[in-house]
């Protein structure tokens, strides 16, 4: 057996006395649960320790692994310099961990390390495994980063960490470190919204029911809303643990300070081919993607036709016969936006018609969305199964003269400034007020927030 057991966890730093102060009495049973899966990771006896943290090195499409021998950190930054810790790093694990990953086109690696001092979500879970009497002159570390990338990667890198620790014949534990959501009190230290509790409540579900599936699949949105932190992370280590026969354990769980404290411990079996959740996963989505085809009206329709033509061809599609006539005979401009995985994937658009058509427009601008997005890099052909389309049909635009004038949900808005111009289109996820819409609008343009603006307003006809 090369993966002993996994454990989820928390990394609040009010949770060591030195930090808490008393505090940390609040939240005694994250205590309890630490201290009992810190006694049994000892009596394990892992060769090596693998801990994932959202707050090591992260890069979006890249998973980082720290590099060298060894590193030691402090908890100076929450007033607790004396609590320090030093470790020392299995770097065989790592190295071969980076060449399994890299041969399944995963990109990984020790590059870009930008401060080797161990983060707070590796140094809690350490800090209770030193007090359990673990002997970290004899147990290795491999610290790794979380990425902006899907699921489905995230889970194949923990593959990767399990086809790693067969390769090399280590026995190793996994340790998931990552809070719940951050918004579960409306005196809490980032609010309150409703998805935050929802978050929790179905994580805490599919963890303890070792449901990865489900884990896998949660909504996108909801999970952006409740703003956490550690769902990446539970999904490298549901991918270490691919094909394992799984019984969970919830040990505890709080949401005192307005921050879910989530410990769900894994004892792992035999082999077990039905827990096969990263074959199940691409089906799923392979399915959802044909369903999404399904249901597509003309416009969208077209727009992922000109883009998965450029994508795979890297030539422009030629116009469809036989499109209605309101796509054909019609002048308008038109914004293609993309999502992948609940998170924007490119956007681009023109304010008015400057093609013979709609068609032409969409045409177009579904290929610039995909590969002239500046903030993105150019969607390539193993994504096109995840992408999700939008096609906005802009109405004329209309001069107005007050905010009051305006409506986030109903109306897109201009701001002008000189010769700087930006457009924000409406019923946008996460914008909620006219004031964000108005600032956001001006980031865009590179207007600075004191700056006066010209301003209209337009409506939108959404296709998706």
């Known amino acids: ?56 090195v992260m890069y979006s499409d890249y998973f980082h692994i720290s590099p060298g021998n060894s590193a030691s950190g ?22 071969k961990l980076t060449a399994n ?20 979500g590796t140094m809690i879970p350490l800090y209770f495994l030193k007090n359990a009497g673990l002997n970290f002159d004899r147990v290795k570390f491999v610290r790794i980063g979380l990425s902006g990338v899907n699921n489905s990667i995230h889970y ?57 599936f489900k884990l896998l699949t949660m909504d996108n949105a909801m999970c952006n809303r409740a703003a956490e932190c550690g769902l990446r992370s539970f999904w490298i280590m549901a991918g270490a643990l691919d094909k394992k026969a799984i019984r969970a354990e919830n040990l505890s769980y709080e949401g005192t300070f307005g921050v879910g404290y989530g410990v769900v411990y894994f004892n792992v079996g035999d082999a077990d081919s039905n827990r096969n959740f990263g074959e199940q996963l691409a089906n799923f989505k392979h399915y959802e993607a044909e369903k999404r085809k399904f249901k597509e009206d003309d416009y969208v ?11 795979k061809t890297h030539k422009p599609a030629e116009l469809p016969k036989n499109l209605p006539e309101e796509l054909t005979s019609r002048r308008a401009g038109a914004f293609v936006s993309l999502h992948k995985d609940g998170n924007l994937r490119g956007c681009i658009g023109t304010i008015m018609a400057t093609r013979n058509n709609l068609a032409e427009e969409i045409l177009q601008n579904a290929i610039s969305a995909c590969s002239q ?15 999700e389309y939008s096609v906005d049909v802009l109405g004329e635009p209309e001069r107005i003269f007050s905010v009051k004038d305006l409506d986030v949900k109903k109306y897109g808005v201009i701001v002008e400034n000189g010769g700087r111009r930006g457009l924000l289109l409406p019923d946008l996820e996460g914008v909620d007020t006219v004031e964000e819409q108005i600032a956001i609008a001006k980031r865009k343009a590179g207007i600075r927030p004191e700056e006066k603006v010209t301003l209209w307003r337009f409506e939108v006809i959404r296709h998706h």
């Not at 930008?114 to 983060?119: K, T, V």
């Not at 997005?373 to 992408?387: A, Q, T, Y």
């Open 101 to 120: 990953a890299n041969a399944a086109n995963i990109a990984a690696g020790t590059l870009g390390e930008r401060n080797p001092s161990l983060d707070h």
């Open 373 to 387: 997005d500046p903030r993105f890099n150019p969607v390539e052909v193993d994504e096109l199964d995840d992408i």
């Open 1 to 56: 057996m090369s993966i002993l057991g996994a454990v989820a966890v928390p990394h609040p730093p009010i949770i060591l006395p030195e930090v808490g102060h008393g505090e940390e009495s609040k939240i005694s049973a994250t205590t309890d649960a630490y201290n009992e899966i810190s006694r049994r990771i000892v009596e394990l006896s892992p060769e090596t320790i693998i801990i994932t943290s959202p707050h090591s």
């Open 156 to 212: 194949r890198f923990g593959q990767a960490i399990a086809k790693t620790a067969d390769d090399l014949g280590k026995n190793i534990f996994f340790i998931a470190s990552g809070d719940l959501s951050h918004k579960l009190k409306s005196d809490g230290p980032y609010g309150f919204v409703d998805e935050g509790p929802q978050f929790d409540s179905e994580v805490m579900k599919n963890l303890g029911d070792a449901d990865f």
């Open 301 to 311: 329709r077209l727009a992922r036709y000109s883009l998965e033509t450029f994508v």
């Open 74 to 95: 402090n908890m100076a930054q929450f007033r607790a310099p004396q609590v320090s810790i030093s470790i020392n790093y299995d770097a065989d694990f790592t190295k």
